[in-house]
């Protein structure tokens, strides 16, 4: 399971308050705000779905939503992935893909949002 944003900087925070020096100001507490923002940006670049089809094709054969660009815009659809070495939908070749997440793994993922619209009574 993924980590979620909140214990990533949890860990964060921690592992830095660790190993910063109490005493930075100016440009060297700068320095370290934008450290600690790389590390979040490599953080959720890591928490992507989707998977490039440079790292790797789907190991199995069925449904997947893929990403590929058609005429400047970038475009998701369906495919049934029958084991080709290449991902093409129509003309143009897929960027990325992702399996199709099934009911309980998009429920999971949206908890948070339904208890709060559960507590505002909307």
Avoid: C
């Avoid at 993924?2 to 830095?16: M, V």
Wanted: charged share 30%.
């Amino acid at each position: 399971m993924k980590q979620t944003l909140k214990e990533a900087a949890r860990e964060n925070i921690l592992f830095n308050h660790r190993t910063a020096d109490r005493t930075l100001s100016g440009k060297n507490l700068a320095q370290f705000g934008e450290i600690n923002f790389i590390q979040g940006a490599e953080w959720h670049a890591k928490q992507s779905p989707w998977i490039s089809v440079e790292e790797r094709l789907p190991d199995y054969e069925g449904k997947v939503l893929v990403l590929y660009e058609y005429e400047g815009e970038m475009q998701i659809q369906e495919l049934f992935y029958i084991g080709e070495k290449i991902m093409v939908f129509g003309s143009s070749e897929v960027l990325a893909w992702m399996p199709i997440p099934s009911f309980d793994e998009i429920l999971e993922a949206n908890r948070d949002v339904l208890e709060r619209i559960k507590e505002k009574g909307d």
